[in-house]
């Protein structure tokens, strides 16, 4: 069974400062990786994926994330945190092609302080 | 990305009482389409997978004779919640999954309050 770790209940950054949401995953063969963020009241925003390829994944809104197999983590980052990225962020997981259905973290949520 | 839309985006009904959801997929014919729920400060729980023409595949605990599903269409799923009940208030999220960008886009939810 495939499984996802956010060991972070909550992540308190100042804004300007660099940011990591942790994500650890366990799943058999070659896993797709997913980050989502929430915004109060609405639905996840797809934020990057990582399927194959480079380790380094870039996706929306200056985020990136690496895709480390040895280590089975996929840990979020960014630069430059803003006050906007406040949110809950997801990291989610699924056993690689042919099946869809995504098992996801429980959640981290990021608050960005001015 | 693919977009996905839901009707209502929030409803208050009594208990007893069924309530329809919509998930659209705007832009994609989508074969496959999830129906998640989450509780607050709760990640996502799947509740079952929606198939164009044929049954949805639900997920263990989750009542199919409640949360009936049906997906008629390549751009339409429905979950509707039969004799709604103070505890099946919670936030319901729809996506679709069936693309070839093997990336799961997610409708904006609806809020389901039963009194």
């Known amino acids: 069974a495939q499984s996802v770790a956010q060991p972070e209940d909550q992540v308190n950054v100042a804004e300007g400062n660099p940011l990591t949401v942790k994500c650890t995953y366990s799943v058999s063969g070659n896993p797709y990786l997913f980050w989502y963020v929430q915004y109060p009241n609405r639905g996840l925003q797809f934020l990057l994926k990582?399927?194959?390829?480079?380790?380094l994944v870039k996706g929306s809104y200056g985020f990136e994330a690496e895709f480390n197999k040895s280590q089975t983590s996929f840990h979020l980052k960014k630069p430059s945190a803003l006050v906007s990225d406040s949110a809950l962020y997801f990291c989610?997981?699924?056993?690689?092609?042919?099946?869809?259905?995504?098992?996801f973290g429980k959640g981290t949520k990021l608050s960005v302080i001015p | 990305g693919a977009v996905v839309s839901q009707h209502p985006s929030w409803v208050i009904c009594k208990s007893g009482t069924s309530v329809k959801i919509e998930c659209r997929s705007l832009?994609?014919?989508?074969?496959?389409m999830f129906w998640y729920r989450q509780f607050p400060k709760q990640s996502l729980m799947l509740m079952a997978t929606s198939n164009e023409g044929s049954k949805a595949t639900y997920e263990q605990g989750v009542e199919k004779d409640k949360f009936l599903i049906n997906h008629a269409s390549l751009t339409l799923s429905t979950l509707t919640v039969t004799s709604a009940h103070p505890e099946d208030s919670s936030f319901y999220i729809c996506s679709e999954g069936g693309g070839p960008s093997d990336t799961q886009y997610f409708g904006p939810g609806t809020r389901l309050t039963v009194l």
């Open positions: 990582y399927i194959t390829g480079d380790n």
């Open positions: 832009d994609f014919q989508a074969t496959t």
């Open positions: 989610a997981v699924r056993p690689g092609a042919g099946s869809y259905q995504l098992t």
